[in-house]
């Protein structure tokens, strides 16, 4: 039994902790009682049109709540639960929480088109993930248009025949699809080709210096490139200033996200942000002043 506990284990340090002062152990049973007793919260991360800038969509970013040990990032505790399985309760009950929410948005006036979840290879292969999401989307009552999944190149492209039936399974029911951190994986365009995606999603490692740095600009432009050439819509991830937005704009690339716009924010942030924002078209405006 320890020694079970022992494999399933990560160490790793709170984020702004000193190494020697912040070195602790995460465990199994820490995470499964996190899932049952609330201790997940979403953020939620606005997606603008960089031609229009007006808002087209959240993306959720899952945190752990500890009671002891405040906010843990995902790298945190992403790699755990992949490893012990938990992830298919998690990602069931990052769904769930997401698909609500968006519902909720929807009722209150409409402003944000889609909402976006991770999803982790492991919970993504399971046999019964299309089913359960359909279950999940029943229960909430949100139409499937209305939710975006985002998945990593290298995780589709690892199982690449089961990977495209699923997506087309998911493509079928209405769900939108995304390619996470583009670039970052090991790609074969002859797959990327057969993918039924709707969007690529260029990594920030690309973007932050895509201003200054010749090959970040090449490789970014030649993503816009590619994805428009296959009619994919494209988003950058990580904008942090306005130099790399003009950048991106002037380079045709459809949306960006990223700490210019807002840092991920809690649902009520959300409302917050958007009310007193400068960033989204009249209609949005009126769509919203109506809830209010
Ligand atoms: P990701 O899906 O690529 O999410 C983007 C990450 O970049 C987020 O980190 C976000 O906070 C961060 N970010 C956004 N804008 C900026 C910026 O302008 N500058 C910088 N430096 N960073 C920015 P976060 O929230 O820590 O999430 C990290 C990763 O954890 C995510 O990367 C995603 O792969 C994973 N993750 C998050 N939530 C979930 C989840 O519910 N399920 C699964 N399976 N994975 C998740
Ligand atoms: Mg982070
Ligand atoms: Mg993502
Ligand atoms: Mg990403």
Redesign the pocket.
């Known amino acids: 039994k320890a020694k079970e506990t022992h494999r399933n284990k990560i160490e790793f340090y709170v984020e702004g902790m000193s190494a020697a002062l912040g070195s602790f152990v995460l465990l199994e049973n820490d995470l499964r009682a996190a899932i049952e007793h609330d201790q997940l919260k979403?953020?939620y991360?606005p997606q603008f049109d960089l031609q229009t800038n007006s808002l087209v969509g959240m993306?959720?970013?899952?945190?752990w709540q500890h009671p002891d040990r405040g906010m843990i990032?995902?790298?945190n505790f992403?790699p755990l639960?992949?490893e012990t399985g938990l992830?298919v309760e998690?990602?069931d009950w990052?769904l769930r929480a997401a698909c609500r929410q968006q519902k909720r948005w929807l009722e209150a006036g409409n402003y944000c088109q889609s909402v976006s979840?991770?999803?982790?290879p492991r919970?993504f292969r399971g046999d019964a993930f299309v089913q359960r999401l359909a279950d999940i989307l029943i229960e909430v009552e949100l139409p499937a248009r209305y939710l975006e999944l985002?998945i990593?190149e290298s995780s589709v492209m690892e199982h690449a025949a089961e990977s495209i039936h699923m997506m087309n399974e998911l493509n079928g029911m209405g769900v939108s699809l995304a390619i996470?951190?583009f670039g970052t994986g090991y790609s074969s365009l002859s797959y990327l080709k057969r993918f039924p995606i709707q969007k690529l999603?260029i990594?920030?490692s690309f973007i932050?210096d895509v201003a200054t740095d010749q090959n970040d600009a090449a490789i970014a432009k030649s993503i816009i490139n590619l994805a428009h050439n296959m009619a994919l819509n494209v988003v950058a991830?990580?904008?942090?200033n306005e130099l790399q937005a003009e950048w991106l704009r002037d380079k045709g690339c459809d949306m960006a996200?990223?700490?210019?716009y807002s840092?991920?924010l809690s649902a009520q942030g959300v409302d917050e942000y958007l009310m007193a924002g400068e960033f989204f078209s009249q209609e949005n405006l009126g769509a919203l002043g109506s809830t209010a």
């Open positions: 979403l953020l991360q993306e959720a970013l899952v945190r990032a995902p790298e992403i639960a992949e992830i998690l990602g990052v979840v991770n999803l982790s919970q985002e990593t996470d951190d999603k990594d920030r932050s991830e990580g904008v942090e996200q990223g700490y210019l840092r991920p």
